[in-house]
Each structure stands twice: as C-alpha cells, then as structure tokens.
C-alpha cells in the first residue's frame, strides 16, 4: 500500500480499495494514526484502540487480502479523529 498523505487521502484510498487490504496494510495505518494494538490471547482477531476514541477496530490476522468489513472499521475510526 503506497502512503497516503494525510488522513482523509488514506480514508479515500481505503474507500478505492477495500478488497485489496491485508492485515500488515491496515495494522500501519492504524498505528500510524496512534492505535495501538493489543496483545490477543491465543485467538486470530487483534484490537486496535487509541486514546481518545470511541472506535476501537478488531482486525483478523490472516494471510491476503482482508473482508471489506475489516477495512470499514479502520475507515470509521479514521473519520472518527480525522480533523475537517
């Protein structure tokens, strides 16, 4: 995934490209942005959260491309601290 600029650039390019995202992809963006993922137990799904958001995306670590609901949870958080 190339880097996008800014928040809403990611947000659009995460919108085009929803069904080519993988678990490292989206893992980067978030922790770019100031998510911080937590260790899992045992199970295949990792929680993102960040300090002062509501939204916390849950992605599955899985090899290739992720559903596009993962990639919808990562859009929602971004819009949630993206700056207008």
Known sequence: MPPPVGCRE???YLKAN???????DLQKVLEDFGFVMHPGS???HRAFSRPGSFE???LKQDRGPLLPAYV???????EEICDD
């Open 18 to 24: 929803r069904k080519s995202q993988t678990f490292e």
């Open 72 to 78: 919808k949870s990562v859009i929602r958080a971004l």
């Open 56 to 58: 916390s995306p849950s």
């Open 42 to 44: 045992g199970g295949s």
């Open 10 to 12: 990611t947000i659009e």
